[in-house]
T-cell receptor, first 115, second 113 residues
């Protein structure tokens, strides 16, 4: 158990809908990272938050947004969902996050299916 | 061309075999190299972490980094059925876009009893 929790485990929704994925980092970790894992694209970095502030952006669509709250949990919002958004969404956390090289601890993921 | 290339497999070996998994990369800014193991329907878990060129051993696992060739490897000795999983190489650096963790596509390994 990495100490990172994610809810829900599974999500089934329809095209055009909006969903929110939630992540709680390990105790004491300040950074949260979001990743998308699909069969054809592998594990892709989406966005990082550090202590409530956006720190880095990867291949995140404009339809997707995220935030980190004062208690350090994070939410990833996916809107106007398309079939191609079906994937596993992982969050990871690190203690810091202002420089490279830190070990990232991954949560169990949320499996999203868009019908 | 992807920054990190990894043979997707799948790879199937008999129990007790030595397994070799490899990745190549193109970004010279990568300084930290990791191997993650991902069981089906689970999150990736860190297996090995290396910084410098050379070998690092942990039990049955050996991670090898050759920065001059931009090539990393993971060796698994005496492989067990419980090693059946997808293995992801990952790397990161200290500057620019390299600061974000970049993953290989993963190699699916099956160890047959």
């Amino acid at each position: 158990d990495s100490g990172v929790t994610q809810t829900p485990k599974h999500l089934i929704t329809a095209t055009g809908q909006r969903v929110t994925l939630r992540c709680s980092p390990r105790s004491g970790d300040l950074s949260v990272y979001w990743y998308q894992q699909s069969l054809d694209q592998g594990l892709q970095f989406l966005i990082q938050y550090y202590n409530g502030e956006e720190r880095a952006k990867g291949n995140i669509l404009e339809r997707f947004s995220a935030q980190q709250f004062p208690d350090l949990h994070s939410e990833l919002n996916l809107s106007s969902l398309e079939l191609g958004d079906s994937a596993l969404y992982f969050c990871a956390s690190t203690a810091g996050g202002t420089s490279g090289g830190e070990t990232q601890y991954f949560g169990p993921g949320t499996r999203l299916l868009v019908l | 061309q992807k920054e990190v290339e990894q043979d997707p497999g799948p790879l199937s070996v008999p129990e007790g075999a030595i397994v070799s998994l490899n990745c190549t990369y193109s970004n010279s800014a990568f300084q930290y190299f990791m191997w993650y193991r991902q069981y089906s329907r689970k999150g990736p878990e860190l297996l090995m972490y290396t910084y410098s060129s050379g070998n690092k051993e942990d039990g049955r696992f050996t991670a090898q980094v050759d920065k001059s060739s931009k090539y990393i490897s993971l060796f698994i000795r005496d492989s067990q059925p419980s090693d059946s999983a997808t293995y992801l190489c990952a790397m990161t650096g200290s500057s620019g876009s390299a600061r974000q963790l970049t993953f290989g596509s993963g190699t699916q390994l099956t160890v047959l009893p």
